[in-house]
């Protein structure tokens, strides 16, 4: 079976910073694989280049069968992308946030129309569909940005620390939104620094000054550091290199 993202020795570079070290890995169709590691360990940086919004310094990697150097249009054409921001438009209403993405997505008005009312249906905000999103509340937000992220039913959807700044409660109905989305096989690649999500994954990798540092199932990850929760195999890794950089 074809996978998801192969990636092979990714690498880019800022001038004398490196933000990703020749990262290597794959990522299985259906597959929630998480991408882990604290702030500025170059989470965001790889996901942008695999989304084809950044070019790489070098390196391989194909998502969805495409090559991110000399197809980023067809690799754009098959994901959808949820920023730390929820990628709405708050002075839109919500039906008018729907109508947008579906038309940029290139779906035509019948889809649009069918797929608005469906949507809204799902989520239950029918009543609130003509209200500015700006009057939404966070986790209503951040519900919707990701649905609208998977309207044109992609065959990945990149979501980029897209539960910061929620209450648990709301963190955990919005992994239920990725449960079935995994479901109706729509990879799932998800950065976050919230360890306790990492339980929700299929598979996790883990980074650490722009390097891969651990790569495999929750559980073989506690097993093998010998941790009973992902923060403490976050915490040996991240000791592990301060003791490397003496």
Same mark, same amino acid.
């Given at each position: 079976?074809?996978?998801?993202?192969?990636?092979?020795?990714?690498?880019?570079?800022?001038?004398?910073?490196?933000? /990703?070290?020749?990262?290597?890995?794959?990522?299985?169709?259906?597959?929630?694989?998480?991408?882990?590691?604290?702030?500025?360990?170059?989470?965001? /940086?790889?996901?942008?280049?695999?989304?084809?919004?950044?070019?790489?310094?070098?390196?391989?990697?194909?998502?969805?069968?495409?090559?991110?150097?000399?197809?980023?249009?067809?690799?754009?054409?098959?994901?959808?992308?949820?920023?730390?921001?929820?990628?709405?438009?708050?002075?839109?209403?919500?039906?008018?946030?729907?109508?947008?993405?579906?038309?940029?997505?290139?779906?035509?008005?019948?889809?649009?129309?069918?797929?608005?009312?469906?949507?809204?249906?799902?989520?239950?905000?029918?009543?609130?569909?003509?209200?500015?999103?700006?009057?939404?509340?966070?986790?209503?937000?951040?519900?919707?940005?990701?649905?609208?992220?998977?309207?044109?039913?992609?065959?990945?959807?990149?979501?980029?620390?897209?539960?910061?700044?929620?209450?648990?409660? /709301?963190?955990?109905?919005?992994?239920?939104?990725?449960?079935?989305?995994?479901?109706?096989?729509? /990879?799932?690649?998800?950065?976050?620094?919230?360890?306790?999500?990492?339980?929700?994954?299929?598979?996790?990798?883990?980074?650490?000054?722009?390097?891969?540092?651990?790569?495999?199932?929750?559980?073989?990850?506690?097993?093998?550091?010998?941790?009973?929760?992902?923060?403490?195999?976050?915490?040996?890794?991240?000791?592990?290199?301060?003791?490397?950089?003496?």
């Amino acid at each position: 079976m074809e996978k998801a993202i192969v990636t092979k020795d990714l690498t880019k570079r800022f001038g004398d910073f490196i933000a /990703t070290d020749a990262i290597t890995f794959e990522v299985e169709r259906g597959e929630i694989f998480g991408f882990l590691g604290a702030n500025g360990a170059g989470k965001t /940086t790889a996901m942008r280049m695999l989304c084809g919004l950044l070019k790489p310094s070098s390196g391989q990697a194909t998502v969805a069968g495409y090559d991110i150097f000399t197809q980023t249009d067809r690799v754009k054409k098959n994901i959808g992308y949820m920023s730390q921001k929820f990628s709405l438009y708050e002075d839109l209403t919500v039906r008018e946030n729907i109508r947008f993405y579906g038309g940029i997505y290139g779906l035509g008005r019948r889809q649009i129309k069918l797929k608005t009312e469906q949507l809204l249906e799902k989520l239950q905000i029918t009543r609130e569909a003509d209200q500015l999103v700006s009057s939404l509340p966070l986790g209503w937000k951040q519900k919707l940005a990701f649905s609208i992220a998977i309207l044109h039913d992609p065959s990945i959807v990149f979501l980029d620390e897209p539960t910061g700044g929620v209450d648990p409660i /709301t963190r955990r109905q919005f992994w239920d939104l990725i449960y079935e989305a995994a479901h109706q096989q729509v /990879t799932v690649f998800v950065t976050t620094h919230y360890m306790d999500e990492a339980e929700y994954c299929d598979r996790i990798s883990m980074m650490v000054d722009g390097r891969i540092k651990a790569l495999d199932t929750p559980r073989r990850l506690k097993a093998q550091f010998g941790a009973d929760s992902m923060n403490g195999v976050f915490l040996q890794l991240a000791r592990q290199q301060n003791i490397s950089n003496q």
